[in-house]
């Protein structure tokens, strides 16, 4: 099943955009699927783009000085690994599924060119990424990152 328009406007950062701009990231997302146990993406690994859950649930985890954490839990219509959309930086955290989970996966040489005809998407995605940085100093709860 490939991905859809209508699913996609319930995804918090994608909401505003017009139908042309998400149809267009609905015809470059790949479906792709997960058992439970098994790494979405790995800490450390270069990012080549984002996922967004479309359905189950996917854990975070971050292993830093020797010790790992949980630091979420995502369901359908959370985004994991955003940032990989802007730069080619390793990945921050584990991203495993909990449960039989599908996700819409975002390569970044699609996104950018998605960028270049629809340029409100980066408009949208500044906010979500803003919240992230917070989070990572400490300034939010770790339940408002995600939205």
Do not use: C
């Not at 146990?37 to 690994?45: A, E, H, K, V």
């Amino acid at each position: 099943m490939a991905a859809d328009t209508q699913f996609l406007k319930k995804v918090s950062w994608l909401e505003d955009l017009d139908e042309r701009a998400l149809q267009a990231i609905a015809n470059s997302a790949v479906e792709q699927h997960y058992q439970p146990g098994q790494d979405i993406m790995r800490q450390g690994d270069t990012g080549v783009g984002a996922f967004i859950i479309r359905s189950g649930k996917v854990d975070i985890i971050q292993e830093r000085d020797g010790k790992t954490s949980t630091l979420a839990t995502l369901g359908p219509g959370d985004v994991l690994g955003e940032m990989a959309l802007l730069d080619e930086f390793p990945r921050s955290a584990t991203a495993r599924a909990v449960e039989p989970t599908t996700v819409l996966g975002l390569q970044r040489w699609h996104f950018k060119g998605i960028l270049e005809s629809h340029p409100q998407i980066a408009l949208a995605l500044l906010p979500v990424l803003s919240r992230r940085i917070r989070a990572a100093e400490g300034m939010l709860p770790k339940h408002a990152a995600r939205h």
